[in-house]
């Protein structure tokens, strides 16, 4: 008897087609940015950028592996090629709100985690506040400002800047700049598109 029901539903599928269900994502509703976030591999998208933004890469703390991802070997450099390398890194703003928030918060602390592997740097924790100033017409240095942190032990401090924008619930950009904090002037800015997809609690990205 089983083995004549499982002909007959063979033969209905062969004759009707049995499609299997497919999962389709589509936008995400209701999630927060950290949520989001959560659900992202943020260590090694940031270390990407921290890479892109070196000017002179530290070659013995980072390396390509073949199939293009980082591999960071840290604590090998000389003590002189990390004090050539000194940068001021501020947490990330909303340029929405022009503040950080938790979410800029973190992400402050993954670039200045990932410039210090990834390029060697000596950081400078600062609050963005006190040295840029974010507002509708964009991105301003208060090099007046930045001036005060030049002593001695950091002659040509250079800065590193991020900002994000949180997009109706499904897109996530970050944006970050690096300043020569004498002139104001970008000498590099590197940017990535997170786009997301949900289908209930699932949630799954891709970088662009």
């Known amino acids: 008897m089983i083995l004549r029901l499982g002909i007959v539903v063979f033969l209905v599928c062969a004759l009707s087609g049995c499609v299997a269900t497919e999962f389709v994502y589509g936008p995400c509703y209701g999630k ?28 013995d703390c980072a390396v390509r592996n073949a199939d293009g991802t980082l591999k960071v070997i840290p604590h090998i450099c000389a003590l002189e090629e990390i004090r050539r390398q000194t940068v001021l890194v501020t947490d990330f703003v909303d340029i929405k709100t022009y503040t950080p928030g938790n979410p800029g918060l973190l992400m402050g602390e993954l670039m200045r985690g990932s410039l210090n592997q990834v390029c060697c740097y000596k950081i400078v924790q600062a609050e963005f506040g006190k040295y840029f100033k974010l507002n509708e017409n964009g991105l301003v240095s208060l090099t007046r400002r930045v001036s005060e942190i030049k002593n001695g032990d950091y002659p040509q401090p250079e800065a590193v800047v991020g900002t994000y924008n949180y997009l109706d619930n499904s897109k996530v950009v970050l944006f970050v700049r690096r300043i020569n904090t004498t002139t104001g002037h970008v000498t590099k800015m590197v940017t990535r598109e997170l786009d997301y997809s949900c289908i209930g609690r699932k949630i799954v990205y891709r970088v662009k």
């Open 32 to 59: 927060t940015l950290p949520q989001l976030l959560d659900s992202t591999s943020l260590k090694p998208l940031f270390q990407e950028m921290a890479y892109e933004l070196c000017i002179d890469h530290c070659t």
